[in-house]
């Protein structure tokens, strides 16, 4: 399990910093189009619905990853009451931590098995947030994604990044063009702009995703090593204790033969009335 948590980690993080580079090509065309366009001014009001995207583990082994997130988005739901509360939840043994919170997802996905599964549970996901959003439009809908990140020092801490409602500043100009070539596009303004809100959401979900196996992977890594280290001292007391164990027969096998030559070695008394007379 050690090894499988060593090797399977390393294609999620790969995977996390691949969909990072594209993210941020993706912010550098909401900046374009906002910088053509002169910005937009996004209608913000009260959420009708909320809907909390949590990504956690479908196997244990992990130790308490699932619980610290299943209490951090139970604290989320108490601070915001207003609307209606809906849950996403991926990972069998996540639905355990949130129903140990009396929090019910509506539905339970599987995890990705590789980093290749990673853009098929992304592109359900973004399905599904469609399929909530049908009919209204975007800023009627607020979007959380639930997950547990790196920290520093190899520290896992939970995190709620919201998705939707749009932050306003993705839609307003910069200052001043980093570039002489001014930006530019060809498509329709409003079919540009639904292909980057679609691929912003594609790609933040991919990294979330790819985040919380990255972070799974690592904590039930530390924890085998943790149980690993916990043998060998349990072993090193063992053998101890045998070692002393083992000593202390010896001693007492050497005092034994000790005994018995030195009572060989001292002469018998004759018996008293034990001589034939002469």
Known sequence: MKTLSAINATPYEHAARSIEAYHQAILRGFAAFAYRTGGISLHQEEALEHLVIVFGSDHGLCGNYNEVLAKAVQQHCQRTMAGKQRLLCIGAQMNDALDDQTLAPEAVLLPPASADGIGRLAGDIVTRIDRFSRGQPLHHLAVTLAFTQRGEHGTREP???????????????????????????TMEADALLSSLIRSHIFASVFRASAEAMVTENSARLALMQQAEQSVDERIEDVTGELRSVRQDEITNELMDVIIGFEALKKPKKPIMGSQIPK
């Open 159 to 185: 995190t709620l990044q919201s998705l939707l409602p749009l932050e306003p500043s993705l839609l307003q100009p910069e200052k001043q063009w980093d570039s002489r070539a001014l930006p530019d596009y």
